[in-house]
């Protein structure tokens, strides 16, 4: 597998789309609904970073800009899910479009835009935690209104799909960026953003459009994540653990890869369930935060031996099976 | 509507907080200076060094002042440790998988720290904890000014080491020209792992002086590590004086964005200046080295 293809990109979506009929349990289903939401997270923070190799530590701001706006269009103005979502997406995007106007215009690099962004998410996380307008402390709370017409299905399967069909839609827009002249300049941009600029790329309008669509698709995930809880509260929307899930997730998956975010989300989740569920049996309680000091290990010991990810290891395996047959 | 001494008594209280905050700010500006590197598990450390400063006090019984010379070591080999066996081999010498590996470190240690003693707030009893001074019109807190002082004595310290030792030599030649320093036999990975210790053995003074007057919990070390890159942005990346004076004024910024915005807004008054600072002068009003 030296990439993606759009053959690859059509197996893997037969495969997502089939799994809600395989796996049909609610256990299951929410799981794999959760997944789906921070596969699409982290899509978005690995066409910031992973192509344009921005690194964002503060991507909970997209994604609790698209949660509250999801969220707020219907409680506050009355709007249906079904316009909501467009719109909450675009006010999204617009949110990643003004920190990174700030945020490239002053030329922040490397750890300076890392640490910028979660400022950014941070200023956001306590006006939400202090305004009234978006629910305080308390948090916003979307009525419960069981109809398709609403978004909020009676089967679980549905919400499932459409979360699927987002993650699908987000791995063939990464493909299409990959292989666009615009993909290339990202690229160039991660690789050497000066020799870039010496070559004519314009590295501020193409940083520019990458966080654009990146907040976008993580603003899409705070979207289905509000229609999914019904619930949100500061913490949730804007918290740090979103921007960790977003960006471990590429990382254990492979960075700069379509398929990395996906692969990676399925594993950390899957590793973190599976931590929770033994550490319950062995210590007879739940322990809190385990899960996330294997995240934090996986973190570290992907950068230390698996640069590539989980995509790299299979990169890596492919060639010395065929040797072997 | 608020009388001026009401006013004065915020500045001078920020002041008080804001010397601490430049001593956990000095290891972080210190670490970066040299290893140019953000060391981003500096609010997980010291929320360590603080549930350690617990445990020595509620287990064995031994105040916080005195656990000082029992954890600055202890702090200063743990950071050693750190440096040269994990964030230096696991990062392959790249700036990006630094912040990486030290965000995968604060993962660790904050949730290591939870499931060890859960989510709740502590906080410990020791009998000077309310005793305050007088002075003027001003009441302050005892443990507080004793923190203000010892942290501007730590920071004259550690300027003397920078320029005395042989130890501190290396450590500025290594921070100017790291292949120069190699060449002439300074080992730049132990000179590294160094700063990396004295950066931690600083956050154990700081949470030794931060115990008698602070709650912790977890996830303390979040609020004070953006506290602590704002100052360190705003002082000058890498720089000590730097580091105090912006240490003494988010001290005061954020005491008085308390007073006027109360609890709940007021934290937002350093983000935005760090955002700020970031935006427009991200050399800080001193762009020196170490």
Same mark, same amino acid.
């Given at each position: ?104 215009? /002053? $030329?922040?690099? =490397?750890?300076?835009?890392? +640490? &910028?962004? *979660?400022?950014?998410?941070? %200023?956001?996380?306590? @006006? !939400? ?66 020799? /870039? $600029?010496?070559? =004519?790329?314009?590295?501020? +309008? &193409?940083? *520019?459009?990458?966080?654009? %669509?990146?907040?976008? @698709? !993580? ?66 309680? /739940? ?10 290990? *996986?973190?570290?010991?992907? %950068? ?22 | ?290």
């Amino acid at each position: 597998m030296k990439g993606a293809s759009w053959l690859s990109i059509g197996v893997v979506a037969a495969m997502l789309v089939a799994l809600p009929l395989l796996l049909t349990s609610n256990v299951a289903l929410n799981f794999i609904t959760f997944a789906g939401i921070i596969t699409l997270a982290a899509q978005g923070w690995n066409i910031l970073a992973g192509y344009g190799g921005q690194f964002s530590f503060g991507h909970a701001a997209f994604f609790g800009t698209g949660a509250y706006a999801m969220a707020l269009l219907q409680v506050r103005l009355g709007l249906n899910p079904w316009l909501a979502l467009p719109i909450a997406i675009a006010i999204g995007g617009v949110v990643g479009f003004l920190i990174g106007a700030l945020s490239f215009r /002053a $030329r922040l690099r =490397g750890s300076y835009f890392a +640490l &910028v962004t *979660l400022a950014f998410a941070e %200023v956001l996380r306590i @006006l !939400t935690n202090a305004l009234s307008f978006t629910g305080g402390a308390a948090g916003v709370l979307i009525p419960l209104r069981v109809g398709s017409d609403n978004m909020q299905f009676r089967d679980a399967r549905v919400l499932c799909w459409l979360v699927l069909a987002f993650v699908v839609g987000a791995l063939c827009l990464t493909y299409a960026i990959a292989r666009s002249r615009f993909g290339a300049y990202l690229v160039a941009v991660r690789e050497n953003e000066d020799a /870039a $600029r010496a070559l =004519g790329v314009d590295t501020f +309008l &193409v940083k *520019l459009k990458a966080i654009t %669509v990146s907040a976008m @698709l !993580t603003a899409a995930a705070g979207c289905l994540y509000a229609q999914k809880s019904l619930y949100l509260d500061a913490g949730i929307g804007f918290g740090p653990w979103i921007s960790i899930d977003a960006l471990l997730a590429p990382i254990v998956g492979g960075i700069g890869t379509v398929f990395g975010p996906l692969v990676g989300a399925a594993a950390l989740l899957g590793l973190g369930e599976v931590t929770k569920t033994l550490i319950a049996s062995l210590t007879g309680g /739940a322990a809190p935060g385990v899960d996330l000091i294997v995240f934090g290990a *996986l973190l570290i010991l992907s %950068v230390a031996f698996a640069p590539q990810g989980l995509m790299g290891l299979v990169r890596v395996l492919r060639p010395a099976s065929k040797g072997g047959a | 509507m608020l009388k001026p001494d009401i006013i004065i008594a915020a500045v001078a209280n920020g002041l008080l907080t804001g010397a601490v905050y430049a001593l956990i700010a000095l290891g972080l500006t210190l670490v970066y200076g040299v290893l140019h590197i953000i060391n981003f598990a500096h609010g997980a450390i010291l929320t360590a060094a603080m549930f350690a400063v617990f445990v020595c006090h509620q287990v064995f019984r031994i105040d916080p002042y005195l656990a000082v010379f029992v954890l600055t070591p202890l702090f200063f080999g743990l950071g050693y440790v750190l440096q040269r066996y994990v964030i230096d081999p696991a990062s392959h010498g790249n700036d990006s998988n630094i912040l990486l590996v030290t965000l995968g470190l604060s993962i660790v240690i904050e949730n290591a720290l939870l499931a060890t003693f859960r989510s709740d707030t502590r906080s410990i009893d020791v009998p000077y904890g309310f005793s305050v001074l007088e002075v003027g019109p001003l009441l302050l807190s005892v443990p507080k000014v004793i923190a203000f002082v010892t942290s501007f004595a730590v920071a004259v310290l550690l300027g003397l080491l920078l320029v005395k030792t042989d130890t501190g030599k290396a450590i500025r030649a290594v921070a100017k020209e790291k292949a120069g320093s190699a060449l002439v036999g300074i080992s730049v990975e132990h000179i590294y792992a160094v700063t990396f210790g004295i950066g931690a053995a600083c956050l154990a003074i700081a949470a030794c002086l931060l115990m008698p007057t602070y709650l912790v919990n977890p996830r303390s070390g979040d609020a004070f590590v953006l506290v602590a890159f704002t100052i360190v942005v705003l002082g000058g990346m890498g720089s000590i004086g730097g580091a105090l004076a912006g240490g003494l004024i988010i001290g005061i910024v954020e005491s008085l964005s308390g007073l006027f915005l109360g609890e709940s807004l007021g934290q937002i008054g350093i983000f935005l200046i760090f955002i700020l600072v970031l935006l427009v002068k991200p050399t800080g009003f001193s762009g020196a080295r170490v």
